[in-house]
């Protein structure tokens, strides 16, 4: 079974800086390795709708940001670790929220599996 499980959210001040890791373990039913197109980062700030904040291709690298966290927020990979992680600079209360990593299997049409999330605060 594969697992997605976040870590480093937080407490911080506006201005201050996060870290967030993501790592995806286990096999899927078949039985083979791992396989992924993309990891990404998602977020759900109370009563809203959950939103993509940044993505990454496993092959090639290539990454995607919402305009909201451009310049301020980014994504990096680490593919010996099947893990992701998201910096954070320059944050503002309204990236409060919880944050997901989710990833896109090979195969699958959108990102299939996901984390439990991880909460990030930003006081005023």
């Known amino acids: 079974q594969v697992q997605v499980v976040e870590s480093g959210g937080g407490l911080v001040q506006a201005g201050g800086s996060l870290k967030l890791s993501c790592a995806a373990s286990?096999?899927?039913?078949?039985?083979?390795?791992?396989?992924?197109?993309?990891m990404g980062w998602f977020r759900q700030a109370p009563g809203k709708e959950r939103e993509f904040v940044s993505s990454?291709?496993?092959?090639?690298?290539?990454?995607y940001y919402a305009d909201s966290v451009k310049g301020r927020f980014t994504i990096s990979r680490d593919i010996a670790k099947n893990a992701v992680f998201l910096q954070m600079n320059n944050l503002k209360p309204e990236d409060t929220a919880v944050y997901y990593c989710a990833i896109q299997r090979v195969g699958a049409a959108a990102y299939d599996t996901w984390g439990q999330g991880t909460q990030v605060t930003v006081s005023s």
């Open positions: 990454i291709r496993w092959s090639g690298g290539s990454t």
């Open positions: 286990g096999r899927p039913p078949s039985g083979r390795p791992l396989s992924m197109v993309a």
